[in-house]
C-alpha cells in the first residue's frame, strides 16, 4: 500500500488500486493509517528539520522498526502433514496468534510512527495543531479497531467505567440507553499519546467504528474537523479534553457527539 500512499503508481494502478481500497475495509484502514503518519510528518516538517532529534526519540523510533510480521502458519498444511495419531503439532495451537500477530503488524507500525512523532513535541494551541491531534487520534482509531476485529473483545459498562476510574480517577457515567442514538458499546482501553495515557472508549454506530477519546488535564476549543476520511468532533468539560471520531457524514457525527456531551456524566 506505500506506494499508492506516496502517488508512487501509474494512474491506471492507482484506480484499481483505489476502487479496492473503497469496498475492503481493512486496506482502507491501512491506507488511512499510513496516510496519519504522512500527514503528521508533513505538518512537523519545520521542527524536524529545525533540531535534531532526542536520543529518546531514537531510542523509541529503533524500537518501532524491529517490529516486524510474523510468519503465517499453514494450519490445514500442518495438520495433512502429521502422522495418524501423532497428537497436535504445538505450531497449530500457535498458529491462530501468529496470524493475528502478522495481520495486526501494518496497522501496529503506523499508528506507534504516530504516536511517537507526536510524542516528541508539545503541540501549540493553533487550528493546524487540531487537525494533526485529530490525525493522531484517527491512527489510533484505525489500529485499535482493526485488532478488536481480529480479537473481538467486547467489555460491559460496568467494566469500562471501573477502568476510567481506575486508570483515569475519572469517575464517570456512560451515556444510558445509547441504542437510542444507534450506539453499541465496544470496550475502552488506555492509550499512549504524547508523554502520557488518555482514555479510548470505543462503540459502533450502526455496526460502523467510533471512537472516544478523553485526553485528561487539556483544553481545547469546540471544533469538528475532516481528517484522513473521518469527522473529529472537539469539545471541552472542566480539564478534559474529548473527541470523537468516525467515518460518518459530518451530520451524523455531529449527533453522536451532542448525545454523548449530554448524557455523559
Not at 24 to 35: L, T
Not at 106 to 112: E, G, R, V
Not at 194 to 199: D, F, H, N, R
Not at 220 to 248: D, K, M, P, Y
Request: charge should be positive.
Amino acid at each position: 500500500m506505500t506506494p499508492y500512499v506516496d502517488g508512487e503508481l501509474p494512474a491506471a494502478d492507482r484506480d484499481l488500486v483505489a476502487e479496492h481500497v473503497r469496498v475492503c475495509a481493512p486496506c482502507h484502514s491501512r491506507v488511512a493509517a499510513e496516510q496519519a503518519v504522512r500527514t503528521l510528518i508533513h505538518a512537523r516538517k519545520t521542527a524536524f528539520t529545525a533540531t535534531c532529534a532526542p536520543e529518546s526519540l531514537r531510542a523509541k523510533c529503533r524500537g518501532v522498526a524491529r517490529l516486524k510480521p510474523s510468519r503465517d502458519v499453514d494450519v490445514n498444511d500442518v495438520a495433512r502433514r502429521r502422522p495418524a495419531g501423532a497428537g497436535a503439532d504445538p505450531r497449530v495451537s500457535g498458529a491462530t496468534a501468529v496470524t493475528w500477530r502478522a495481520r495486526l503488524a501494518p496497522f501496529a507500525l503506523a499508528a506507534s510512527l504516530v504516536l511517537v512523532v507526536g510524542g516528541a513535541f508539545v503541540y501549540q494551541i493553533t487550528d493546524k495543531s487540531a487537525r494533526v491531534m485529530a490525525a493522531e487520534l484517527t491512527a489510533d482509531h484505525v489500529k485499535c479497531f482493526a485488532m478488536n476485529r481480529v480479537l473481538d473483545t467486547h467489555e460491559g459498562a460496568t467494566a469500562v467505567e471501573s477502568s476510567m476510574i481506575s486508570g483515569f480517577g475519572w469517575q464517570m457515567h456512560l451515556p444510558d440507553e445509547p441504542a437510542r442514538a444507534g450506539l453499541e458499546l465496544v470496550g475502552a482501553r488506555p492509550c499512549l499519546y504524547g508523554e502520557g495515557k488518555i482514555a479510548h472508549i470505543m462503540y459502533r454506530h450502526q455496526g460502523r467504528p467510533v471512537s472516544l477519546y478523553m485526553l485528561p488535564n487539556a483544553s481545547r476549543s469546540r471544533e469538528l474537523v475532516e481528517v484522513l476520511g473521518h469527522q473529529a468532533a472537539i469539545w471541552c468539560v472542566g480539564n478534559r479534553t474529548f473527541v470523537l471520531i468516525s467515518r460518518e457524514p459530518k451530520r451524523e457525527v455531529e449527533q453522536m457527539a451532542s448525545f454523548v456531551q449530554a448524557s455523559l456524566r
